[in-house]
């Protein structure tokens, strides 16, 4: 019924950017908190950053705080993430996830939803 999809991961070198990019489709009624997680190779996944559905709340990991950004455009169900100052320690795949309100055949729903990943690689 819903599905987030990814893309703008890859390949940097240190100091770099990159701009990730997550839209959501399907039978939605609302999207509501949005955010990106990481998670590399032998650890657990972390929230990096998260935001509002108006974006009048968000929050950055401190490991990312000054260098990457969150923001959304609701008007096409996407939210973003500027990632500035790439460091070789944000080498990861990056999930994006949503609560999301939305229509099922008896009425509605809500839950979270996931996407598949992309992967991040920066290198020294």
Do not use: H
Request: charged share 20%.
């Amino acid at each position: 019924q819903v599905q987030l999809v990814e893309s703008g991961g890859g390949s940097v070198e240190a100091g770099g950017s990159l701009r990730l990019s997550c839209a959501a489709s399907g039978s939605i009624l609302r999207l509501n908190a949005m955010g990106w997680y990481r998670q590399a190779p032998g650890k657990q996944r972390e929230l990096v950053a998260r935001s509002t559905s108006g974006g009048s709340s968000v929050y950055y990991g401190d490991s990312v705080k000054g260098r990457f950004t969150i923001s959304r455009d609701n008007a096409k169900n996407t939210v973003y993430l500027q990632m500035n100052s790439l460091k070789p320690e944000d080498t990861a795949d990056y999930y994006c996830n949503a609560n999301v309100r939305y229509l099922t055949r008896s009425g509605t729903g809500t839950g979270d939803f996931w996407g598949q990943g992309t992967q991040v690689t920066v290198s020294s």
